[in-house]
T-cell receptor
Framework: DAKTTQPPSMDCAEGRAANLPCNHS???????VYWYRQIHSQGPQYIIH???NNETNEMASLIITEDRKSSTLILPHATLRDTAVYYC???????????FGTGTRLKVLA | GAVVSQHPSWVICKSGTSVKIECRSL??????MFWYRQFPKQSLMLMAT?????????EQGVEKDKFLINHASLTLSTLTVTSAHPEDSSFYIC??????????????FGPGTRLTVL
């Protein structure tokens, strides 16, 4: 399973875009990149996922580099409620297991 | 959207007792469920993969006789912590894999169960 590397923490001003990077240099061609977030003492919440192309939904945008070795999750207008730990996960081929890394603790500042 | 529930949401028990945690997919069938454990300020650690009607597959270092997993139906998996000790105190989270294509979201997480062993 490909491993992911994320910065341990980031701060973002409320109303600004939050850009969370993730490195997954060992990703295979058919492995998906998933992003989840976890607010304290709750189960992880799905945000977005993608394979090659950039993706956008009502929560966020996902930018995957052409070589697929890294990706960036963009929260376009961060709010205080977006304060959470964000996990970038590469889904194992055939097993569907999620191996969580250490994640990025995002703090949105008023 | 698909919902996964866990029961109980929190439990306190005495050392040496066994505790059962239920994970249910409320509006979809889940052929595969996953169990995670999370200690304070740490990431989620996958404990085991549970497939309906077959034995669970445990991750390396997880004691299968300590953490009994049963997945008897397509909507219910249970995790039993046997002879619990204080070091088993943790946040236990399950997820359920829905039968969707790879381009759609596949796993749905429960809200977690907080176990405290006294």
């Amino acid at each position: 399973d490909a491993k992911t590397t994320q910065p341990p923490s980031m701060d973002c001003a409320e109303g600004r875009a939050a850009n969370l990077p993730c490195n997954h240099s060992t990703i295979s061609g058919n492995e998906y990149v998933y992003w989840y977030r976890q607010i304290h003492s709750q189960g992880p919440q799905y945000i977005i996922h993608g394979l090659k192309n950039n993706e956008t939904n009502e929560m966020a945008s996902l930018i995957i580099t052409e070589d697929r070795k890294s990706s960036t999750l963009i929260l376009p207008h961060a709010t205080l409620r977006d304060t959470a730990v964000y996990y970038c996960i590469v889904r194992g081929v055939g097993t569907y297991k999620y191996i969580f890394g250490t994640g990025t603790r995002l703090k949105v500042l008023a | 959207g698909a919902v996964v529930s866990q029961h109980p949401s929190w439990v306190i028990c005495k050392s040496g007792t066994s505790v059962k945690i239920e994970c249910r997919s409320l509006d979809f069938q889940a052929t595969t469920m996953f169990w995670y454990r999370q200690f304070p300020k740490q990431s989620l650690m996958l404990m085991a993969t549970s497939n309906e009607g077959s034995k669970a597959t445990y991750e390396q270092g997880v004691e299968k006789d300590k953490f009994l997993i049963n997945h008897a139906s397509l909507t219910l998996s249970t995790l039993t912590v046997t002879s619990a000790h204080p070091e088993d105190s943790s946040f236990y989270i399950c997820s359920a894999r829905a039968l969707l294509s790879p381009t759609e979201r596949e796993q749905f997480f429960g809200p977690g169960t907080r176990l405290t062993v006294l």
